[in-house]
């Protein structure tokens, strides 16, 4: 399978129709998708690439980015991408300056510290022989290019799928989505109601202070890599902890989409 969300710019970026494509990136759905079709997926920092004309799904979680075949392409159409829009995005600051991405890439790597994430592997939905090719790789760019390559441990970093989305919320989405919610309830999977239930007792019992303990617990997070990336110059893990899945059941069981979901969301909604 070629992942979720942008599966079809990597699918067509991987079987040659195109030589480049965007993607919307708000938990892994540019980086999922690359790393099942083997190609490269970046997500840009936050406002660097103007989101204008796309459209949203949550104000503080959307990215938009470049997929490519190599590392230089992807180099390229950020470049093409990146930038101020003259204020029509509000994400974006005014002296936002984008560098030429693609001279970065020439050089040596001697300098460079390079950080393994320790959290990042032997999850229990980790496959071995994923876990065993990243660290090959990593630990190959100390060997092979001189860099110091690094062990490294943030903890807080498998508790971050609880911590990280801090939500801004659009008063008329969320009017309509309430009206539609109202009178279709009872269509939601019993995935939907479940969660629906958990909300409305979390709520009820508890007010907002599990939400506010949950962005507290954020932002420490974001402060421990931080810390980490005043050592490092780089952190490295697998972008998902298996290889892509083949093409699924007629019907799928419900336990193993549940189960790729809950594998992937652990390693990367909050990087």
Known sequence: MCGGSSSGS????????????????????????????GIVGLKPT????????IMPIEFTLDHTGPMARTVYDTALMLEAM??????????????LKVP?????????????????LKEGFGLKTSEADVDKTVRKAAEQLGTAGGATVEEVSVPMHSD????????????????????????HSNDLSKRGKLIRLI????????????????????RELCKAYDA???KYDVLILPTIPKKAPVFPQEKPPLKGLILAYECVILLIMNL
């Open 46 to 53: 936050y406002g660097l690439v103007p989101y204008t004309g």
């Open 82 to 95: 990146a930038g101020y829009d003259g204020g029509l995005d509000p994400r974006q600051p005014r002296d």
């Open 160 to 183: 971050g799928a609880g911590t990280a989305v801090r939500m801004y919320y659009d008063t008329t989405l969320q009017e309509a989505f309430s009206r539609g919610l109202k009178c």
């Open 199 to 218: 909300a409305k007792y979390l709520h009820e019992d508890y007010y907002g202070i599990l939400y506010g303990k949950a962005q507290n617990l954020g």
């Open 100 to 116: 030429e991405y693609t001279l970065g890439l020439t050089g040596k790597i001697h300098n460079l510290k390079i950080g393994i």
């Open 10 to 37: 990597a699918a067509l970026v991987a079987g040659g129709q195109v030589d480049m494509a965007t993607g919307g990136d708000q938990g892994g759905s540019i980086r999922i998708p690359a790393a099942c079709c």
């Open 228 to 230: 980490a990336l005043e």
